[in-house]
């Protein structure tokens, strides 16, 4: 299973934006879309000793638009397809490459993700060049074209929409905090307040994706 995430500073404003995987039971993978690693995570470990952050190895990419199923489906192979097909969002799959290297293939709700060592996302890469009449290899101008035209759900980019400069309220999101939630993280109090606040019920919408705020 996977769920898109927010983490927040311990004032409340937008730290980091990410996907997380869960690979077993207690182990997580965290693709940040930022970049970098959430900037108060040090802290929320000292309050879970428990818990170990390591680095990986593992890279990604992201397949956007309306072929984005079926262009997945034809990286993994033969046997792997139909697994593929029955992913719904937020769901995740185990496979193997065209050139029999193990992947795992990610479906949140606009795009398709294939995450794995570098050298076998490499390798799907390069098979993608061979596809110019169904995919265009694009950067970050061309995704930042692509959230404005995005009508599935509300697009928004870190740090472009959100960053240390915005709450949750300001950019929509107030629904994605639990008023209910025990479980600490950074930002809860300054969250809590807000939530206390009026703007809690002017920005409560049904979630549009799975997702909870968290740190």
């Known amino acids: 299973r996977a769920a898109f995430t927010l983490f927040t500073t311990p004032t409340g404003t937008v730290d980091e934006e990410a ?31 428990d818990a170990r952050v390591v680095d990986s190895d593992v890279v990604s990419f992201n397949i956007k638009g309306p072929d984005r199923i079926a262009v997945m489906r034809d990286l993994v192979c033969a046997a792997d397809r139909a697994a593929v097909d029955a992913l719904k969002p937020f769901q995740a799959c185990r496979c193997r490459t065209n050139a029999g290297d193990d992947v795992t293939v990610v479906r949140s709700v606009i795009g398709m993700e294939m995450w794995g060592m570098p050298g076998a996302i490499t390798a ?70 807000c939530v206390s606040g009026s703007w809690y019920a002017s920005t409560l919408a049904p979630a549009r994706t799975r997702a909870r705020a968290a740190a």
């Open 124 to 193: 799907v890469w390069t098979a993608m060049l061979d596809m110019p009449d169904r995919v265009l290899p694009c950067g970050w101008d061309l995704l930042d074209t692509y959230r404005i035209e995005c009508t599935d759900i509300d697009f928004l980019l870190h740090p472009l929409d959100m960053n240390y400069g915005t709450t949750l309220a300001e950019i929509g999101l107030g629904w994605m905090v639990d008023p209910a939630k025990t479980a600490d993280y950074v930002g809860r109090e300054a969250l809590r307040v």
């Open 19 to 49: 996907l997380v995987l869960r690979v077993e039971e207690n182990r997580y993978l965290v693709s940040c879309g930022g970049g970098a690693p959430p900037s108060h995570l040090h802290e929320a470990l000292e309050r879970f000793p």
